[in-house]
């Protein structure tokens, strides 16, 4: 029973949509010329709280329950502070952006420029992507 | 040693809001320089330390790259989560191209 329910946990998984930008449209991108990219940076994200929850909800041992809800409570003090999607440990997944950026389109003009900030969710665990896509039109007017 | 590990994971927690990029390449940007500055805003249970985090990171930018244009300028926005505190921070980071 336990089984199941613990194969049931880990294939539910959900995507969010935290905020969505698009810069301006040039009419060219449906031309010849236009060629659309698109790349992902992403990182781990681990919701600790969640993961002391699943432990209380799962376990037969009394002790083992109370200590876990003291572990989420003592997260929820440690990690205080406005969320997007999961906490990470990392900061520099996103360092190359700038870098990536400039060299994207060769130096050409960049069109329809989006950035998606967006939490795919598990149990537990996350991944905490920014997808960046857009038109490299050809010339540089 | 395992309460130090559960210490570290629950001090080193960052929450990743925003990345936005102003993009208007133009064919000169291989010749800049990457430039970058911080603003950053302490909070301890929601009272609020420097309003103007933002604005400092813009000038302190703006000031390393007097005689240029910033292309493309990353900005991203995230939060260091801490006990009964945090603090928020806006990365600002761009090529200043003469």
């Known amino acids: 029973m336990k089984i199941t329910f613990l194969i049931l946990l880990a294939l539910q998984g959900c995507a969010f949509v935290h905020r969505h930008q698009i810069q301006n449209v040039d009419g060219d991108i449906l031309g010849p010329g236009a060629r659309r990219f698109e790349f992902l940076l992403s990182e781990m994200g681990v919701e600790l709280a969640e993961g002391a929850k699943w432990v209380s909800v799962l376990s037969t041992n009394r002790n083992t329950g109370q200590a876990a809800n003291s572990v989420a409570e003592a997260v929820a ?65 | 040693m395992k309460y130090l590990a559960l210490l570290f994971l629950l001090s080193c927690a960052h929450s990743y809001h925003q990345a936005a990029t102003d993009v208007s390449l133009n064919p000169g940007y291989k010749s800049g320089r990457t430039i970058s500055a911080v603003g950053e805003q302490f909070v301890v249970l929601g009272f609020i330390n420097n309003t103007d985090y933002v604005q400092e990171a813009y000038d302190d930018l703006a000031k390393q790259c007097e005689e240029g244009t910033v292309s493309p300028l990353t900005t991203r926005y995230y939060t260091s989560l801490s006990f009964l505190s945090w603090t928020n921070y806006i990365k600002l980071e761009g090529i200043c191209v003469q």
Not at chain 1, 77 to 96: A, C, E, H, I, W
Not at chain 1, 103 to 123: A, H, M, Q
């Open chain 1, 77 to 141: 003090l440690f990690q205080m502070g406005p969320r997007t999607g999961n906490p990470v440990y990392r900061l520099d997944f996103t360092d190359k952006l700038t870098q990536e950026l400039s060299k994207i389109c060769g130096g050409g003009r960049v069109s329809s420029l989006t950035f998606l900030r967006e939490t795919n969710k598990y149990p537990v665990v996350s991944g905490e992507i920014v997808k960046v896509s857009g038109y490299c039109l050809a010339g540089t007017k």
